[in-house]
């Protein structure tokens, strides 16, 4: 039995620059069940961050605004609540955790402040409780010696420690969503290794559900079980992820799973690589965003924006033309 | 390709920064970024030079075209000893080996046109005068796949795809036969990784080029060299072909490494183990004694902190720094 956790519709944000209004995200519609982990994927500017952030209304608003769309959490509307409201399921009920830990910690704080401070704020625990809460969590994220290192500071430890603590954190009240944005970007190989392995093993103790967003394919694969692809400010594919990797469907998916070098492959292939680049979004599109990069591209692609729709069970994709045959969908 | 012969030569190299500190500047320690390492690169040949930040993988790219002044070892380019070349003979020399960067937004001088820089090696070296730089610029421009006509343009009218285009023309306008591609493709989105590399295997076939290749993306290495070289923390703990390394790695490192590389198909996670490396790589300025490994390796031995193991060839083009490599604690994958 899957219970639905966040219900995101219609949901749209624009940002307002000197060169005009930037179309950032242009309708994007998903479900979150709980203890599911969801990994949405994309390239950088295809409005991926941008959707996950503006759900919890962290958007500098202006220059950036919500336009439309509603996110239900739990029978509440995230983007009708008022800025106190807000506040209080950030952190609590929805923690996100982002790229870079070290310009997400204070440089001034301890530590053992910045982990304090949520559990205080959030939980109402005193300074003890807090003190003793923090040191549990560190333990929980794998950092040594926990107590001693309360009281150092963020530029004592290395990356791949201060995106423990970062998770740390964003786990100290227990969250029900954790959206994580490119949390392992900033890291080397063997310590995202680490970062990922951390994540999987909390998610089966504490039962949270995720959001994981990255550009890494191979990082999606290992954590997602669904996974939702980002383009022009659309989803324009999501399935369950082994149906993604098996079938992808949409020619851009199909692309950017084919661009990635096998591991195991012996000869030397050419890659397959998709020509052009992602578009400028200073217009809502009205045709595929895809389309001038599509090699299957109709008549219709240039006309019309396709919708998200079902083709089998739970696997959705924003396309005219059925990739498989080759012509244009009924 | 002729088999064999060998370009670019590389003989226990090192390069320690030196660490200052207090009032007097006094020299306290240094940074040992490049600790003696040796390898050969033929002539067509990629080689590929992976491992974690600060393994000091770029630090050696740059120290072997002589952009730091090496403290230890030897680079010979075609028998010629670069860091014995005077300064004049260093810099002719430098129409032979380029380097391609990393930033494709750092690298490129905002306020130049794409033609300027494109035609500044043409112009410093005088390969070319008057009309001949711009037919030379066309030419280039057409090599990497830029449309000439957005010759007047600056760089900041392009996409990070097209600038990494523009630093690739910059350096074969003197038809280099060695470079040096230092993280190309880091900076760019995944759907532009693939033509850059294209790219390089499509210039590589037609302008005969040697490339070492650095980066941190095991599998996009992997796709683009002949041979490959494993650093960490200064040294090069494994150097084999590239199936032969992927396929059955010696050092431990080598295994840990390989084993972390996220792979973009979920059923491979069902099957696959995971070595997971304990802890973080140690500071290069003080670097753990005997096997720069040892602290996090699953399989060290007290021994292992006594001397540092000789990078030998364990098998015909296989070479590995590791006591361990014929151990039976070392199992093979």
């Known amino acids: 039995m899957t219970i639905e956790i966040l219900n995101v519709k219609g949901l749209e944000t624009q940002f307002k620059t000197p060169e005009g209004i930037v179309h950032a995200v242009n309708g994007v519609d998903f479900k979150l069940n709980e203890s599911e982990t969801l990994g949405v994927v994309g390239e950088s500017g295809c409005g991926k961050s941008v959707s996950m952030l503006s759900i919890l209304k962290l958007i500098p608003q202006p220059p950036g605004k919500i336009v439309a769309g509603n996110a239900m959490f739990k029978e509440q509307d995230l983007l009708q609540m008022s800025n106190e409201e807000i506040r209080h399921v950030r952190g609590g009920q929805i923690s996100m955790i982002f790229q870079d830990p070290m310009t997400s910690l204070n440089p001034v704080m301890t530590i053992g402040k910045q982990l304090a401070e949520p559990l205080m704020l959030h939980m109402g625990f005193n300074k003890e409780q807090a003190r003793d809460r923090s040191i549990e969590l560190l333990e929980l994220v794998g950092i040594p010696r926990a107590a001693d290192r309360l009281k150092d500071y963020p530029h004592q430890y290395s990356g791949g420690m201060r995106q423990r603590v970062m998770i740390a954190m964003a786990l100290s009240c227990a969250p029900q969503i ?9 890291l080397d190989v063997t310590i995202q290794a680490q970062i990922v392995e951390l994540v999987i093993r909390l998610r089966e103790e504490l039962g949270m559900a995720i959001i994981w967003i990255t550009h890494d394919l191979g990082v999606v694969a290992s954590i997602a079980h669904r996974v939702a692809v980002m383009y022009g400010g659309f989803i324009i594919e999501e399935a369950p992820v082994k149906e993604l990797y098996a079938n992808p469907r949409h020619p851009y998916t199909i692309g950017l799973i084919g661009s990635l070098p096998q591991i195991q492959e012996q000869g030397r292939k050419r890659l397959y690589s998709i020509e052009g680049m992602p578009p400028m979004l200073y217009q809502k599109p009205r045709s595929c965003p895809f389309s001038p990069r599509c090699r299957w591209v109709k008549e219709r692609c240039r006309n019309e924006n396709p919708l998200l729709e079902s083709i089998n069970d739970g696997h959705k994709v924003a396309c005219w033309v059925d990739t498989v045959t080759g012509s244009e969908r009924a | ?259 972390a590389i996220p792979v973009a198909d979920p059923s491979f996670y069902e099957t696959r183990e995971r070595i997971v490396l304990e802890g973080d790589v140690p500071s290069p300025a003080n670097p753990p004694s005997g096997c720069r490994f040892r602290t996090r390796c699953p399989i060290a031995e007290g021994y292992c902190a006594e001397s540092r193991p000789e990078f030998r060839e364990i098998m015909p083009g296989h070479f590995v720094e590791c006591f361990k490599a014929d151990h039976p604690d070392n199992k093979r994958r």
């Open chain 1, 178 to 186: 954790l959206i994580a944005d490119e949390p392992t970007t900033a």
């Open chain 2, 1 to 259: 390709m002729t088999e064999n012969e060998v370009l670019v030569r590389v003989e226990d190299l090192k390069m320690h920064f030196p660490i200052y500190r207090g009032v007097i500047q006094r020299q306290v320690g240094s940074v040992r970024a490049v600790d003696g390492i040796s390898f050969n690169i033929h002539r067509g040949e990629t080689l590929g030079l992976v491992g974690e930040s600060g393994c000091g993988k770029s630090t050696t790219g740059r120290t072997m075209l002589q952009l730091y002044k090496p403290t230890a070892g030897k680079v010979f380019f075609k028998d010629i000893e670069l860091s014995s070349l005077k300064n004049e003979q260093m810099r002719q020399m430098r129409k032979n080996v380029q380097m391609i960067f990393q930033d494709p937004y750092a690298s490129l001088n905002p306020r130049m046109t794409i033609r300027d820089i494109i035609a500044e090696p043409i112009v410093a070296f005088g390969t070319a005068s008057g009309k001949e730089i711009d037919d030379r610029v066309n030419e280039l421009m057409g090599l990497v796949k830029l449309d000439p006509d957005f010759m007047q343009r600056y760089p900041h009218e392009f996409s990070g795809g097209q600038r990494q285009r523009i630093g690739i023309a910059r350096a074969l306008a003197n038809n280099p036969s060695f470079i040096v591609c230092d993280e190309p493709i880091s900076a760019l989105d995944v759907s532009i990784q693939a033509q850059v590399i294209n790219l390089f295997e499509d210039l590589q076939k037609e302008l005969d080029l040697t490339y070492l290749f650095i980066a941190h993306d095991l599998s996009m290495v992997r796709h683009i060299s002949d041979r490959v070289a494993v650093m960490y923390l200064g040294i090069t703990v494994e150097l084999a072909d590239r199936n032969e390394i992927y396929s059955n790695p010696i050092h431990p490192y080598t295994k840990a490494l390989l084993s």
